[in-house]
């Protein structure tokens, strides 16, 4: 289950409050995710979580729910 | 002067009226990789049936109609819907932030705005200032929300499948408009012609020589002149094989297109090629691309070692060539024929005079660097910039165009791209101008002044460096980076965000306020910034 706070990042980002994340959804499903703005979330989620993704992480993201793996793993 | 084809009617019409309504306009291919084949006679009903839905909300000739869409089919339609009720047409970046969206489509006087539902938002917020909107057509919604809010499923659902238009038109009748950064203030909208037609034509087949049965795939955004001359009109014109790639650049996608859709022609840009450049050898060896037999490439210089890398590993020629949003066309091109010089722009087309001018607007030593300048006459030239006449008019000296680049001409005819010759920033083949950036920034309350200069990147050709003056007690931080990072994003779009951020005291400006950005970029570099005798006192 994708958390609350992954949701809130997401919809800061995107400026768009609608916004509603589940393990398979992908940079296709949301309007305005391309590799420019990618950088933006990437720097939001390492604000909100305190973490820092390395480079080959942050490459490797295929969907919502290998991000949230990562974060979680990050956070342990 | 003589009536030429209506833009629409030279990309389907005529393709119709010669017996090819039921062969393939395009394939149309999905994110998630599935396809699908649209005819020439399918986009013909279907963009008829959206200009008479056009009409019937009172839309006339000249009006100005917008698009804001993601590459789709219902963009190319709704394209040829405009150009056939002799409305003008204006495809926006579906990345545009509101203030972007709200400085075209005003500049522009938008009556109309075709959209999706997941875009629609960010018009709600400006549509106020909109002063000359009358209706919205939105493409995913089945009805409609108010009286100009409107359900295109649902207006469809009624509207014939014929429309009558004129097949030729007065070739000086506005078509579409393209908007282009300068250095100074807001975009300014180049509008083009129909009778851009035989340009597009000609550029085509000159440059690219498709052979009947070979497939041609344009990477190009339909809101960059590339992608609406040569990933949609171009091709539908020359009936040539082609494929659309709904998805941005994804390596894997990519490389898949190309494998199974049995790519021969690729037209791309330089930052997609760097950016697979990133990608090991490997990874191509697991597919096969064997049928490519020529890479195009646009928007920046072609890097040499960009060239042979790509050329290595795709195994074929790689042609760069070179042209604007105000050309409309593409001017100066490495083609078949013409033996490639890595690095070179190429030649110019055989209609082309192209030429290289010095500061007194004379013509250069051979050799030496000066504006690149087109005598003036093509046929896809812009007419005017929307509401600018006296910047188009700044763009002309005598009987030639000046592009605003600096080029030199070789002994052989070659042209070799220098650099821009005002502060517009080309970051992966868009033209951002500071103006836009700085305005945005400086709304940002922790910020005092604001500076941006384009810097040499590896990937972009240039990226964006924003120089900011903070106010007092404010400290720079990573918060503060993505605060100007999603500002800059949903107001202005992801391309125009700055990659690096400068914490300077002041910004240097000279007495009149203009900043100086060859000292930012002197700053930049470790080089000395010259003469500082017009710098105001510290």
Redesign the interface.
């Known amino acids: 289950m994708i958390n609350e706070q992954l949701t809130n990042v997401f919809r800061?980002?995107f400026?768009?409050d609608t916004i509603t994340l589940n393990d398979q959804t992908t940079a296709?499903q949301i309007?305005?995710w391309?590799?420019?703005?990618h950088?933006?979330l990437i720097?939001?989620i390492?604000?909100a979580f305190k973490i820092e993704f390395s480079n080959e992480e942050i490459r490797s993201f295929n969907n919502v729910g290998e991000m949230q793996k990562c974060i979680e793993s990050k956070n342990q | 002067m003589t009536n030429s084809d209506n833009l629409a009617y030279a990309c389907l019409g005529r393709q119709i009226k010669n017996g090819l309504g039921d062969t393939s306009a395009f394939e149309w291919i999905n994110?998630?990789l599935s396809k699908e084949e649209f005819s020439y006679n399918q986009i013909e009903s279907n963009s008829n049936r959206i200009a008479n839905i056009l009409v019937n909300l009172g839309i006339i000739k000249g009006d100005r109609v917008s698009i804001f869409l993601p590459r789709s089919p219902e963009l190319i339609c709704s394209f040829f819907a405009i150009l056939k009720s002799e409305a003008v047409a204006c495809v926006l970046f579906?990345?545009f932030g509101e203030s972007a969206l709200l400085d075209r489509m005003n500049d522009n006087r938008t009556s109309l705005i075709i959209t999706k539902k997941?875009?629609l938002?960010k018009i709600l917020k400006i549509k106020d200032n909109l002063f000359n909107l009358r209706s919205i057509l939105v493409i995913d919604i089945d009805e409609h929300l108010d009286s100009s809010i409107l359900s295109l499923p649902k207006l469809l659902s009624n509207s014939p499948v014929d429309f009558k238009y004129a097949p030729r038109i007065e070739p000086d009748t506005p078509a579409f408009i393209q908007y282009t950064s300068g250095s100074t203030g807001k975009p300014k909208g180049a509008v083009h012609v129909h009778g851009a037609i035989s340009s597009i034509k000609n550029s085509f087949i000159e440059v690219f020589q498709i052979k009947k049965d070979e497939i041609y795939w344009c990477t190009a955004d339909p809101a960059w002149i590339t992608g609406l001359v040569y990933g949609i009109m171009a091709p539908l014109a020359t009936q040539t094989r082609q494929i659309q790639f709904a998805?941005?650049?994804n390596a894997e996608h990519w490389l898949k297109c190309l494998q199974e859709e049995r790519v021969n022609v690729w037209y791309t840009a330089p930052t997609a090629l760097r950016m697979l450049m990133q990608e090991e050898d490997e990874f191509f060896s697991r597919h096969d691309y064997t049928t490519l037999k020529r890479i195009y490439s646009v928007g920046e210089p072609l890097n040499p070692e960009v060239y042979r890398w790509a050329k290595r590993i795709f195994n074929c020629e790689v042609y760069d060539n070179f042209f604007q949003s105000e050309t409309g066309s593409i001017m100066i091109a490495n083609r078949p024929g013409i033996q490639v010089r890595p690095g070179s722009m190429g030649k110019p087309l055989y209609s082309i005079n192209s030429v290289i001018l010095d500061d007194e607007m004379n013509s250069a030593n051979q050799g030496s660097q000066g504006k690149l300048c087109f005598k003036k006459g093509w046929p896809s030239m812009f007419i005017t910039y929307m509401n600018k006449p006296e910047l188009y008019a700044e763009k002309f000296s005598g009987n030639y165009y000046i592009t605003g680049d600096l080029a030199v001409k070789d002994g052989d005819g070659y042209f070799w791209y220098v650099s821009r010759s005002d502060d517009v920033i080309n970051t992966a083949g868009h033209l951002v101008g500071p103006f836009e950036v700085e305005s945005a920034l400086l709304e940002i309350e922790e910020i005092a002044d604001v500076a941006v200069i384009g810097a040499p990147d590896a990937i972009l050709h240039e990226k964006i460096v924003a120089y900011l003056c903070l106010k007092n007690s404010i400290e720079w931080s990573?918060?503060l980076?993505?605060k100007c990072?999603?500002k800059i994003?949903?107001d202005i779009s992801?391309?125009a965000?700055p990659q690096e951020y400068k914490i300077v005291s002041k910004i240097p400006k000279n007495r009149s306020g203009k900043i100086l950005r060859r000292v930012l970029r002197a700053w930049y570099e470790g080089k000395d910034p010259g003469d500082l005798s017009t710098m105001e006192e510290q």
Do not use: C, Y
């Open positions: 800061g980002v400026g768009d296709d309007e305005g391309d590799s420019m703005s950088i933006n720097i939001a390492e604000i | 994110n998630d579906s990345t997941s875009l938002k998805g941005n650049f990573r918060a980076e993505l990072r999603i994003s949903n992801t391309t965000i």
